[in-house]
């Protein structure tokens, strides 16, 4: 592979390969192009390409990307495990003040039909009875 010198424009080759995509790899090219506010998708493939085949190169010359130091990650998967950890304890709290209204309005409704029934059954049937 020849380096061009820097500040030199890259030339775009002849040759045209099309390619199909996955329809999830379209959706993703074009939330990228209305993210940067590309018009055509062939510079942003492009770009994709570019930073795909660099990091293939830096995989292979066994570089990589990490800017952190080795504890900095851990300390920050724990950060975040116990961030959605308490955001989990919260919806679930929600979810069961929901429930307990749920649940005694459910309570009313069954004592309602209840009291509903007996008075049904006093004046239709009882008073029939006594009378």
């Given at each position: 592979?020849?380096?061009?010198?820097?500040?030199?424009?890259?030339?775009?080759?002849?040759?045209?390969?099309?390619?199909?995509?996955?329809?999830?790899?379209?959706?993703?090219?074009?939330?990228?192009?209305?993210?940067?506010?590309?018009?055509?998708?062939?510079?942003?493939?492009?770009?994709l390409?570019?930073?795909?085949?660099?990091?293939?190169?830096?995989?292979?010359?066994?570089?990589?990307?990490?800017?952190?130091?080795?504890?900095?990650?851990?300390?920050?998967?724990?950060?975040?495990l116990?961030?959605?950890?308490?955001?989990?304890?919260?919806?679930?709290?929600?979810?069961?003040?929901?429930?307990?209204?749920?649940?005694?309005?459910?309570?009313?409704?069954?004592?309602?039909?209840?009291?509903?029934?007996?008075?049904?059954?006093?004046?239709?049937?009882?008073?029939?009875?006594?009378a």
């Amino acid at each position: 592979m020849a380096i061009r010198p820097r500040g030199r424009k890259r030339s775009l080759s002849k040759r045209v390969s099309s390619f199909n995509m996955y329809m999830d790899q379209v959706y993703q090219i074009r939330a990228i192009m209305e993210a940067t506010g590309a018009v055509k998708d062939a510079p942003v493939i492009r770009e994709l390409l570019d930073e795909a085949l660099g990091a293939r190169r830096r995989k292979a010359l066994g570089i990589t990307d990490s800017e952190e130091p080795p504890g900095q990650e851990g300390a920050e998967t724990l950060h975040t495990l116990q961030t959605l950890l308490l955001k989990l304890i919260r919806r679930e709290e929600l979810v069961f003040r929901g429930q307990n209204v749920s649940l005694s309005l459910l309570q009313e409704a069954l004592i309602e039909a209840r009291a509903g029934r007996k008075v049904v059954f006093e004046e239709l049937v009882e008073k029939q009875w006594i009378a």
